[in-house]
Each structure stands twice: as C-alpha cells, then as structure tokens.
C-alpha cells in the first residue's frame, strides 16, 4: 500500500514537498517514482528513483527544480518540487515496482491515490 500526502495550493514560484509512505511490503526492493496528472492530460512520469536510492532520473520539465527522494528507514519516498510554474498543477501519484529497470514507466504497477497540488 501506498499512501502519499503533502498536496496543496502554491503561488507560482513557491515549494512543496509531497511525501508517500510504503506498507505491506519490502520497501527496499522496489523501484519508486512520482507520476503526475492534470485534468484532460495522460498521466505522465516524473521522476524515479533506484532500490538504493543512488539513480535518479527525470523528466526534461522539472530538471533542476524537483528531487526525488527516499528514506528506508521510514520506508518513505519524497518529492521537493521548487520553483513550481502553473503546468506543474496535477495530481501527483506514487508508484511502485519489482522489475529490473526502475527506469522503465511502464512497468509501475502498484499505485497511491494521489495528492493534489495546485499552481496559481
């Protein structure tokens, strides 16, 4: 199970931090990312992060402004999102899988129920 929190309404330019703890299984051999979706878009990926912690990757429109994160003791995953523009504003998804790549998007297959973040 997955359970993600830290939505909210931000001016553009502003921070938030959304956070998405993991239960029911070995945190620490999973792969885990952040997927976003705004209302009449596909839901897309946007950052994953490896079973250690050490790679991470990022789609090219939020490089340099979120980092993905994770915490194994707290079997936790953050997102800090800064300098957050308009076109940020979706619901933010975390996900999960077992697979070898953490880098394949198609492969996330155990998902949260979102936190919504908002860009004015």
């Known amino acids: 199970q997955l359970v993600e929190s830290g939505g909210g309404s931000v001016q553009a330019g502003g921070s938030l931090r959304v956070s998405c703890v993991a239960s029911?299984?070995?945190?620490?051999?999973?792969?885990m990312a952040w997927f976003r979706q705004a209302p009449g878009k596909e839901r897309e990926g946007v950052a994953t992060?490896?079973?250690?912690?050490?790679?991470?990757i990022y789609i090219d429109s939020v490089k340099g402004r979120f980092t993905i994160s994770r915490d194994s003791a707290k079997n936790t995953v953050y997102l800090e999102m800064y300098g957050l523009e308009p076109g940020d504003t979706a619901m933010y998804y975390c996900?999960?899988?077992?697979?070898?790549?953490?880098?394949?998007?198609?492969?996330?297959?155990?998902w949260g129920q979102g936190t919504q973040v908002t860009v004015s």
């Open positions: 029911g299984y070995t945190y620490s051999s999973y792969c």
């Open positions: 992060i490896s079973r250690a912690g050490g790679s991470t």
């Open positions: 996900a999960a899988h077992s697979g070898a790549l953490c880098s394949d998007w198609t492969r996330y297959n155990t």
